[in-house]
């Protein structure tokens, strides 16, 4: 699908989906958990309908009690007794998580706490994407599983038993995400042993959400955590925040072009991408902090530095600020970039470039953005939501219209950021 944006001034109050984060997470353990959770707030972009299938492929059961709640009856069988192991009975013998790269790496180790074998499965852009630290993790752990030449499909088969482990984390957190919630459910205890972190208010986000639902996970400085065995989780009633990575676009795109009140979201989120408040503030756009709302205000850009090493995310929604800004901005963490939904350094620098954009990449870690007047033009999203995002931003401020293909690709995490902006344009008039 394309989709043209044409040159537009910005003004009004767009409101993020919810976190897909928190809501893969929170429905991982409510899929673990005893009883009944209820789940508010929560948005279907498509990662979180491929969560959603995935713990009804384990053994879940799911009741949509409106347009966004739904009630989780947990499916994992606890033993009577402490210190038994518990069980998955999933429904099916597959699991297809779609091209959501959290979702295959979050359920794999929840699959393994069934006691047979489960294909999991993926599609587009996630067959390209590693995941043999998960098998290998797994396999030490006590479960089998065996990665396709190191990527999807994979097999796993349990049972996960605990113990120790260790893994590389310098390319994902979402590898030990997996691993953290479901050890709490094995018999024994387990030390997970993690070398160069990255992406660590991630892992912060899963020990928060874990506890929420009752289980304890303790870490330090990020290399080693420590897991209780026999512990349960229980059900809850769970409102899942807002989207910090989503957000980040909208205030990129009022930044630039006019001005936003994005709602539905706070400082105070353990999520990573807060942190781009704290860009648009070195790149000298206006912030106003409320309780549950941030709003930005146009101004003169200038170039500024920020390391987004434990952010990456962010990238896309940098670029937009670096492009309209005045000299060369310094972007760090750009060695993070090449596992997305696709290589995302090369992706900014291709299309931005198009733009009349120019992004370089002089040093394997660091982009630079040439602040400039982007022309119109025909660009690609490369199948990756968070490029189209970036690109209609970037067009709001463009000498012509930009036409984008492949638009259709924001449905993975906002599928309503085409609708959310011709709203604020709209209200520019």
């Given amino acids: 699908m394309e989709r043209t944006v044409r040159p537009a001034l910005l003004r009004g109050a767009p409101t993020p989906p919810c976190s897909k984060s ?19 707030n929560l948005d279907l972009c498509d990662d979180t309908r491929r969560a959603l299938d995935a713990i009804r492929t384990l053994g879940a059961r799911i009741e949509r009690l409106d347009a966004s709640t739904v009630a989780v009856e947990g499916g994992l069988r606890y033993g009577r007794l402490s210190g038994e192991r518990c069980v998955l009975r999933p ?37 390209h994407r590693p995941m043999q630290t998960v098998a290998d993790a797994l396999r030490q752990l006590g479960a089998r599983a065996e990665a396709t030449g190191g990527r999807l499909p994979l097999t796993v088969c349990g049972p996960l038993r605990g113990g120790e482990a260790r ?15 479901a050890l709490p459910c094995c018999a024994e205890e387990t030390v997970l042993r993690l070398s160069d972190a ?15 639902f009752g289980a304890a996970i303790f870490q330090r400085d990020y290399a080693e955590f ?13 409102t899942i925040e807002g989207d910090w990575s989503a957000a980040a676009m909208l205030l990129a795109a009022g930044a630039v072009a006019g001005e936003v009140t994005v709602g539905g979201i706070s400082r105070l989120s353990r999520q990573a991408d807060t942190r781009f408040c704290e860009a648009l503030a070195r790149a000298g756009a206006v912030v106003v902090d409320e309780a549950h709302a941030v709003t ?19 990238f896309p929604a940098l670029a937009v600020l670096g492009a309209a800004a005045e000299g060369t901005t310094v972007l760090r963490g750009a060695s993070r970039l090449r596992h997305k939904e696709c290589d995302r350094g090369a992706a900014l620098r291709e299309e931005y470039g198009r733009l009349g954009i120019e992004i370089e990449m002089p040093e394997a870690d660091v982009m630079t953005v040439r602040g400039g007047a982007p022309r119109g033009g025909r660009v690609s999203a490369h199948g990756d ?12 401020r463009a000498d012509a219209p930009v036409t984008i293909e492949g638009a259709e690709c924001v449905a993975k995490s906002f599928p309503e950021f085409f609708e959310q902006l011709e709203r604020c344009t709209a209200g520019a008039k």
Avoid: K, N, W
């Avoid at 295959?104 to 006691?115: N, W």
């Fill in 385 to 396: 939501h968070r490029i189209a995002m970036s690109l209609a931003a970037t067009a709001l």
């Fill in 22 to 40: 928190y809501a893969q997470r929170a429905l991982a353990l409510a899929l673990l958990a005893e009883g009944r959770t209820t789940l508010r």
């Fill in 296 to 314: 930005v205000v146009r101004r003169p850009l200038r170039a500024f530095e920020f390391d987004a090493t434990d952010c990456p995310d962010l």
């Fill in 167 to 181: 893994i590389d984390g310098s390319v994902s957190s979402q590898f030990a995400t997996g691993l953290l919630l």
């Fill in 198 to 212: 990255v992406s660590t208010p991630y892992l912060d986000m899963t020990i928060a959400a874990a506890e929420r």
């Fill in 91 to 127: 429904a099916a013998d597959r699991l297809h998580a779609g091209e959501s790269g959290l979702a295959a790496r979050l359920f794999a180790p929840l699959a393994a706490l069934a006691d047979r074998p489960l294909l999991i499965e993926g599609e587009g852009t996630l067959l």
């Fill in 226 to 238: 420590y897991v209780p065995g026999g512990q349960r989780y229980r059900a809850v009633d769970y």
